[in-house]
């Protein structure tokens, strides 16, 4: 099990270092040498894999004690905000990605800010699943 554990967080490791070097670009803090749609299109596949991994280890993680986790608050507020975490980046943050321009609108910062939240929700969530019933 620390070695499902262990391929968990660097997934979950990956998947926020994306998240995060795109949405620094989107809210125009840095990497401006990028536009915004290559540089997603450059991440996208570091994303892919890295959800890959903690989705499915997430998975083995879970199947081994169920009733641990479906009687967690911590992990159903985990559940949800990786739920709305997956919606908002399909639904708003790839549609704001493919039309930024050069300098951020507020718009963008907006949706860059949310889009770090929601992600970093998750991993915090996570983390208190061995603390909050």
Do not use: C
Not at 29 to 49: D, I, N, T
Not at 70 to 88: C, D, E, V, W
């Amino acid at each position: 099990m620390p070695l499902v554990q262990s391929v968990h967080l660097t997934g979950l490791t990956i998947l926020l270092a994306t998240v995060v070097a795109m949405n620094v670009r989107l809210a125009g803090l840095g990497l401006r040498e990028f536009p915004p749609s290559a540089l997603a299109r450059q991440l996208r596949p570091w994303m892919a894999v890295a959800a890959a991994m903690s989705i499915l280890s997430g998975l083995v993680i879970f199947v081994a004690t169920p009733g641990k986790y479906l009687g967690s608050y911590a992990f159903r507020t985990k559940m949800a905000a990786l739920a709305l975490a997956i919606l908002f980046h399909f639904l708003a943050l790839r549609r704001s990605a493919a039309s930024a321009g050069e300098r951020p609108r507020s718009a963008d910062v907006i949706v860059a800010g949310l889009s770090v939240t929601l992600w970093f929700s998750v991993g915090w969530a996570g983390r208190a699943i061995a603390f909050v019933p």
